[in-house]
T-cell receptor
Framework: GDSVTQMEGPVTLSEEAFLTINCTYTATGYPSLFWYVQYPGEGLQLLLKATKADDKGSNKGFEATYRKETTSFHLEKGSVQVSDSAVYFCALRITQGGSEKLVFGKGTKLTVNP | DTGVSQDPRHKITKRGQNVTFRCDPISEHNRLYWYRQTLGQGPEFLTYFQNEAQLEKSRLLSDRFSAERPKGSFSTLEIQRTEQGDSAMYLC?????????????????FGPGTRLTVL
């Protein structure tokens, strides 16, 4: 079935370090891909998305490119800040007939130290 | 605040009791979703409404679970005869129908969740 695999955490970085969180997916058809972020004590927030192959989603300095050939959607940021500390979830959207749902990875906890 | 709201934010109950959660979606969002998130895992889909119609239910939604959206606005999720394995965060999300808003806003917006602890 459809699934998302993202790199195990936790990830601990120093401020201004480069971030990569790997995400690969298995899906029939051509899903839309997402990164959601969950800050401590808050709900899930959409960080960025891509709806077709080679699309690049970007927001708040984060980027991810939809790679169909490698079924990947890795999240990157060139210089992380302490405020980026959160749990990051990769997800795909399945739309079939009248059905629609998001399938999430397990999440990767990021801690950025000053 | 015009985001998705959920009530209560926390619920502690004893095994065997019934609980009900409420979700108020963003106004005019036709689609409403329930997910469950256990510790260390990503959210898992439970069910999905378009207006008042429940269009899909996950196999995770056992007979003890029931969800309603009677007027196409708020939704309730009830768990009967709770078990310790039901302890989780229950998340609600809403989304407008495609084409009604710019695509950048046409995604699922999540509420803060209801954390259920079954003793």
């Amino acid at each position: 079935g459809d699934s998302v695999t993202q790199m195990e955490g936790p990830v601990t970085l120093s401020e201004e370090a480069f971030l990569t969180i790997n995400c690969t997916y298995t899906a029939t058809g051509y899903p839309s891909l997402f990164w959601y972020v969950q800050y401590p004590g808050e709900g899930l927030q959409l960080l960025l998305k891509a709806t077709k192959a080679d699309d690049k989603g970007s927001n708040k300095g984060f980027e991810a490119t939809y790679r169909k050939e490698t079924t990947s959607f890795h999240l990157e940021k060139g210089s992380v800040q302490v405020s980026d500390s959160a749990v990051y979830f990769c997800a795909l959207r399945i739309t079939q007939g009248g059905s629609e749902k998001l399938v999430f990875g397990k999440g990767t906890k990021l801690t950025v130290n000053p | 605040d015009t985001g998705v709201s959920q009530d209560p934010r926390h619920k502690i109950t004893k095994r065997g009791q019934n609980v009900t959660f409420r979700c108020d979606p963003i106004s005019e969002h036709n689609r409403l979703y329930w997910y469950r998130q256990t510790l260390g895992q990503g959210p898992e889909f439970l069910t999905y409404f378009q207006n008042e119609a429940q269009l899909e239910k996950s196999r995770l939604l056992s007979d003890r679970f029931s969800a309603e959206r009677p007027k196409g606005s708020f939704s309730t999720l009830e768990i009967q005869r709770t078990e310790q394995g039901d302890s989780a965060m229950y998340l609600c999300a809403s989304r407008p129908l495609p084409g009604l808003v710019p695509s950048s806003y046409n995604e699922q917006f999540f509420g803060p969740g209801t954390r259920l602890t079954v003793l």
